[in-house]
């Protein structure tokens, strides 16, 4: 069984000292699968503890993926770019992440707060 031992946020260095909590920012890479987002995004934005930011990347959909995370504004930072796979699109996402921890999150998942 393997064993891990967390050490306090503010013990570990992975917190500014003066907030004491960790931020964290969910990645959602996504293709063409306007049908689920929105509910992906709902369910982030309702968690117990919001994220610091939540960034969907659009790999070059055809759909109306644009339009459903345009509708959340300032909520969700939103990046579109030419077709080239999940991996790439979540590399991009990785370089715009400001928060001290990283969730990735695919378009169809729903996290219960």
Same mark, same amino acid.
């Not at 939540?54 to 030419?82: C, L, P």
């Not at 169809?108 to 707060?113: E, K, N, T, V, Y």
């Given at each position: 069984?393997?064993?891990? $031992?967390? +050490?306090?946020?503010?013990?570990? %260095?992975?917190?500014?000292?003066?907030?004491?909590? !960790? #931020?964290?920012?969910?990645?959602?890479?996504?293709?063409?699968?306007?049908? /689920? +987002?929105?509910? &992906? *995004?709902?369910?982030?934005?309702?968690?117990?503890?919001?994220?610091?930011? *939540?960034?969907?990347?659009? #790999? %070059?959909?055809?759909? $109306?993926?644009?339009?459903? &995370? $345009?509708? /959340?504004?300032?909520?969700?930072? /939103?990046?579109?770019?030419?077709? %080239?796979? $999940?991996? &790439? !699109?979540?590399?991009? !996402?990785?370089? +715009?992440?400001?928060?001290? /921890?990283?969730?990735? !999150? #695919?378009?169809?998942? *729903?996290?219960?707060?």
């Amino acid at each position: 069984m393997l064993s891990t $031992k967390m +050490l306090p946020l503010e013990k570990s %260095g992975m917190a500014s000292p003066e907030r004491n909590i !960790a #931020d964290v920012c969910v990645i959602v890479p996504t293709f063409n699968r306007s049908q /689920y +987002l929105g509910e &992906a *995004i709902d369910s982030i934005l309702n968690q117990t503890r919001p994220p610091a930011e *939540i960034i969907v990347v659009d #790999d %070059g959909s055809t759909d $109306k993926t644009s339009d459903v &995370a $345009k509708s /959340y504004g300032d909520r969700i930072k /939103y990046v579109w770019k030419e077709n %080239g796979g $999940k991996p &790439a !699109a979540i590399n991009l !996402a990785l370089r +715009l992440a400001q928060a001290d /921890y990283v969730i990735i !999150a #695919d378009d169809d998942d *729903i996290m219960f707060p």
